[in-house]
T-cell receptor
């Protein structure tokens, strides 16, 4: 079974703190994604990566950065956390583009910024 | 027109009922289509892919209408365990990304 793990299930940070969210997948997938999910807004893509050291902006990259130094690990960084970044953060991975590229999700990190 | 649009519900149905969800997508060149299921406070998981000819998996049937750009999911003989949010998902052409609808919430009532 594909396994995607995230470093924390729940996280509480203060405004202005630098926050690191870590994601690791064990299926040698090329693609990795970071989403945030908010009530009424659904899943929104922040950043994705299709190879080591490669990254592409998603729909809402402002206030975030990412790092992919190893194939299995994709980190999301909030340089200076703000209250409007309180959300559920979901990491996902998938194989390189194919006709039906299922994305496998981690359990999510619920981040609260005070 | 939003990229992927779904009725948010909630749909409240009794056990044993048949329920159908529809979803419309805006990019006519989209190639791949899926239904994901998300339980409360859990991550989304693939329920089924949607093929042009339509496909069935037990009590679940998915259909694609390319001409009208809509996808449907039919659940027969609803179970309490079917209570979840169902996400319609589309893979735009030439993209690694998936575009998610906001989901339709289903509650199956005893």
């Amino acid at each position: 079974d594909v396994k995607v793990t995230q470093s924390s299930r729940y996280l509480v940070k203060r405004t202005g703190e630098k926050v690191f969210l870590e994601c690791v997948q064990d299926m040698d997938h090329e693609n990795m994604f970071w989403y945030r999910q908010d009530p009424g807004l659904g899943l929104r893509l922040i950043y994705f990566s299709y190879d080591v050291k490669m990254k592409e902006k998603g729909d809402i990259p402002e206030g975030y950065s990412v790092s992919r130094e190893k194939k299995e690990r994709f980190s999301l960084i909030l340089e200076s956390a703000s209250t409007n970044q309180t959300s559920m953060y979901l990491c996902a991975s998938s194989r390189l583009q194919s006709s039906y590229n299922e994305q496998f999700f981690g359990p999510g990190t619920r981040l609260t910024v005070l | 027109r939003k990229e992927v649009e779904q009725d948010p519900g909630p749909f409240n149905v009794p056990e044993g009922a048949t329920v159908a969800f529809n979803c419309t997508y805006s990019n006519s060149a989209s190639q791949s289509f899926f239904w994901y299921r998300q339980d409360c406070r859990k991550e989304p998981k693939l329920l089924m892919s949607v093929y042009s000819s339509g496909n069935e998996d037990g009590r679940f049937t998915a259909q694609l209408n390319r001409a009208s750009q809509y996808i449907s999911l039919l659940i027969r003989d609803s179970k309490l365990s079917d209570s979840a949010t169902y996400l319609c998902v589309v893979n735009p052409p030439g993209s690694y990304q998936l575009t998610f609808g906001k989901g339709t919430k289903l509650s199956v009532i005893p």
